[in-house]
């Protein structure tokens, strides 16, 4: 398949800009193994899933990873931080007039101080005078995707991240999790539904459009995961009692996928390129919860290798007849894969 097969018309008005008045206030278009697409609210969840299924959730924390500031020659620079890599030390890209150099300083907030060290391909090593974390939750902001055309503010804050984020590390949010409520969550397990956790931190990457026509030619962006033991052994858990294990948004499928590549859950932690496309075999997910994606975007690829892709076409010309919000702060679908 080739990058124009996942083109699709999105009116602008689709767009998602804001998120629903109340976290949870969504839709949820329900695309099961079989059958149609079927509409439904993001809080019917519940009659959705069953006693015994297994959600398995992204606990990243989203960082005020956007930093602006000067370059010692005056000019302006932006950065957002890709990585942590320790106490001072961040990978970033940067958008400035000229590119600097090794040695180049970089001050942030009128007093946050940066040199760089280097360049990794698209990528720029700096490091800071101060703790990189201290220094992003001083002067940095919250790095809203491109599509999102306001400024963050407060609400964005506190919208822009799940309930359950806790590791921080992703310069966006899992935004499947952000329709999560501690009460619908609450009402998941009272009725056996349970709950795990992995953490995949989601790197600037995942906003970098495709460029080639060849899909086979595109190289994917890198993003650190971590699978916990105890969330290993309650899928095994939960496949053994005939379960199913729903992954709850693409960076959930990403760490799961990765991780059982070469075997069950071989790799439990890492850096993943994983590049999901129609063809893949899925090894470890029944089922997902997820947002709509982009046009020609790697993630429409996700989702139409998992639930199929005449299916997913068709689903999202559904949701755009039947007015869904698209993207980070739009509606959710929950997809069941065939033959799962």
Not at 99 to 110: A, D, E, I
Not at 217 to 233: A, D, N, S, W
Request: aromatic share 8%; charged share 20%.
């Amino acid at each position: 398949m080739r990058l124009s097969d996942f083109d699709y018309h999105l009116p602008e008005h689709l767009i998602a800009q804001f998120p629903p008045a109340e976290r949870g206030g969504s839709r949820l278009l329900h695309l099961p193994a079989e059958g149609e697409p079927l509409d439904r609210h993001f809080v019917d969840l519940p009659q959705l899933l069953r006693q015994g299924d297994l959600l398995v959730l992204n606990d990243t924390l989203v960082l005020k990873a956007r930093l602006f500031g000067s370059k010692a020659s005056g000019g302006q620079v932006e950065a957002l931080i890709e990585r942590v890599l320790s106490q001072h030390e961040a990978l970033a890209m940067l958008r400035t007039s000229k590119s600097p150099k090794p040695g180049g300083q970089l001050c942030f907030g009128g007093r946050w101080q940066a040199e760089v060290l280097g360049r990794e391909g698209e990528f720029f090593l700096l490091r800071f005078a101060d703790p990189v974390l201290d220094v992003l939750d001083a002067a940095g902001e919250l790095p809203l995707p491109p599509y999102i055309t306001h400024r963050p503010d407060g609400e964005d804050a506190r919208r822009y991240q799940t309930v359950y984020a806790r590791e921080a590390g992703a310069v966006a949010a899992p935004t499947a999790g952000l329709h999560f409520t501690e009460g619908l969550l609450a009402q998941l397990a009272a009725q056996g539904v349970n709950t795990a956790r992995l953490t995949l931190h989601v790197g600037a990457g995942t906003f970098q459009p495709v460029r080639v026509e060849a899909l086979s030619e595109h190289r994917m962006h890198r993003e650190r995961y971590l699978i916990p033991p105890e969330t290993i052994e309650a899928i095994r858990a939960t496949r053994a009692a005939g379960g199913r294990v729903v992954a709850v948004g693409t960076t959930s499928m990403r760490a799961l996928e990765s991780a059982c590549r070469h075997g069950d859950f071989a790799e439990p932690s890492g850096d993943t390129d994983i590049f999901i496309t129609p063809g893949f075999t899925f090894r470890a997910v029944d089922a997902l919860i997820t947002n709509f994606h982009l046009p020609k975007s790697t993630l429409l690829m996700l989702v139409s290798a998992f639930a199929g892709y005449e299916r997913i076409m068709a689903a999202y010309q559904h949701a755009i007849a039947h007015q869904y919000r698209f993207f980070s702060y739009g509606d959710a679908m929950l997809l069941e894969r065939p033959g799962a």
